[in-house]
């Protein structure tokens, strides 16, 4: 009975520090860049680059990912008060690979128009956005994941 329950142990323990250190790895590295500076009025262009880990792939952002049940990246915005989106996420063109459309490799930018409707009041406005993705390697593919970002402008 000792035998088996220590047995037990060391193999949750071991599923466990699996199961944790696959979730840390983040194959994503994203870096949101914008104007410093805004005045009302003012269309800024908000550019977020998302370079992919060698070896890894996220699903595009095309319909046929969805339908074939790929967690495709999409990317979200929450705009402070006096901010407002103009058009849609422009989006880099994805690759091929096997029957999918995905982002592989470094520089891929993707693109918000952002319009300044009205003055912050004495707070400098800040932007909080989501990258919502799913990682994929040659073996196997990572749980959808929610990667955070901020972009902070100066008044």
Known sequence: ???????WCS???????????????????????????VTVGDTVELLIRI???????????????????????????LLPKGMKLIGKVELPDPIYHEEYTVYKGLGN???QR??????????????HGTVHY???????CLPPTIAKFEMLFEK
């Open 114 to 127: 952002v319009l300044l409707e009205k003055a912050m009041g004495g707070t400098k406005p800040v932007i």
């Open 109 to 111: 930018i993707f693109k």
């Open 1 to 7: 009975m000792t035998n088996w329950f220590k047995t």
């Open 11 to 37: 193999l949750f323990f071991l599923f466990m520090m699996t199961t944790l250190s696959a979730q840390e790895y983040a194959p994503l590295k994203i870096d949101a860049r914008q104007p410093k500076q």
């Open 51 to 77: 370079d992919v880990d060698e070896g890894w792939y996220v699903y595009a952002t095309d319909a046929d990912n969805e339908v074939k049940g790929m967690t495709a990246l999409s990317i979200g915005f």
């Open 134 to 140: 799913q990682a994929c390697d040659a073996q196997s």
